[in-house]
């Protein structure tokens, strides 16, 4: 152990993301990011996950890691996967693996831009296991605050992030994903005189609007999936914003399956959701716009991006 290594705030170790493992991650992701480029305008949402799974899981293999899936995305879709408790990689450190094959499946499959294969690694216990959760309702902002909470009214979440920002309500500007268990939340955003910006899918792409400089975005308030929730932690952690989430199943089976599970219904922190630092990745299928940085489709140059708290 070198002074410098990283720690936990117990003092305990945690293993280092060596460059093998982030290039071969990286290679893994434009694979699969081309593998689902294939579907792209076909109108079938399946075969864009399926291929992009298929490569994930082949090229995932070969890392040298010792991984453990503990966010998988497609089960509430029932679309192709991988398994919460699939190991990943051929040995080595231990990592907590986030994965969302294609983030905006049906985007892809309409031929519409914001569809992206979406990678996050954490040391093993770090990321929020969740996975009997299929929704979270989710706040991540641009600036952090202990006084924000998810549970929070609109408005009062916009008068702490005005003051934060040093910006009248009605400069900012916060998304909400397009579903009617947000319409209220949307209402309260016009109600509340700040800017609405409505989306339909992938909202990864939003929050990392909301997170990076320039993004045009504030804050995303409203129910979406959990494992992007998770995997927005990751990132949002190593970019020093602010989440919040609460477990929000949307059917009986899901509330069934969060209590057996005894999952924590409560307020979960960041720190919950992502307690170490971790690196989180997208590869863009059919172009990405972060507002002041767009990626372009699979293929082309920069159609990859990174980040991690230690670049
Ligand atoms: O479509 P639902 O079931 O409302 O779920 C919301 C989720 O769907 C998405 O818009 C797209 O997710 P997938 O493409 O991975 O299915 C996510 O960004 C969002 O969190």
């Known amino acids: 152990m070198t002074d410098d290594a990283p720690t ?15 290039s071969a991650a990286l290679e893994a992701m434009r694979s699969a990011a081309r593998a689902a480029a294939v579907h792209v305008g076909g109108g079938d949402g399946d075969a864009v996950d399926a291929a992009a799974v298929r490569v994930l899981r082949a090229q995932l293999g070969g890392l040298p890691i010792d991984g453990v899936v503990v966010v998988g995305e497609g089960e509430k879709d029932r679309a192709p996967m991988l398994f919460v408790g699939e190991h990943i990689g051929r040995g080595g450190s231990g990592w907590d693996v986030a994965v969302d094959p294609v983030d905006g499946t049906r985007l892809a499959a309409a031929g519409q831009p914001g569809a992206m294969v979406v990678l996050a690694l954490a040391p093993r216990g770090a990321l929020a296991d969740i996975g009997a959760a299929h929704y979270l309702r989710k706040l ?3 600036a952090d605050d202990d006084r924000l909470s998810v549970a929070a009214s609109v ?23 397009d579903r009617p268990r947000n319409a209220a939340l949307a209402r309260e955003v016009v109600a509340a005189g700040a800017r609405l910006d409505s989306f339909v899918d992938g909202d990864v792409e939003r929050s990392l609007r909301v997170l990076l400089p320039g993004g045009g975005l504030d804050a995303l308030v409203g129910i979406g999936g959990a494992p992007e929730g998770v995997i927005t932690a ?12 609460s477990l929000s199943p949307q ?28 690196w989180m990745a997208v590869a863009s299928v059919t172009g990405i716009d972060l507002g002041a940085r767009t990626l372009p489709p699979v293929g082309a140059d920069g159609s990859v991006a990174v980040w991690a708290s230690d670049s």
């Open 140 to 142: 991540v902002t641009r």
């Open 234 to 245: 990751v990132v949002a952690r190593a970019l020093g914003g602010g989440m919040r989430a």
């Open 8 to 22: 936990d705030r117990m003092g305990t170790v945690l293993p280092a993301l060596t460059p093998e493992i982030r």
């Open 155 to 177: 408005a009062d979440t916009l008068a702490i992030l005005s003051e934060r920002l040093g910006r009248d309500v009605a400069e900012l500007t916060v998304a909400v994903q």
């Open 251 to 278: 059917s009986r089976r899901e509330a069934g399956r969060i209590r057996e599970a005894g999952l924590d219904e409560g307020e979960l922190s960041l720190d919950a959701l992502c307690s170490a630092d971790g």
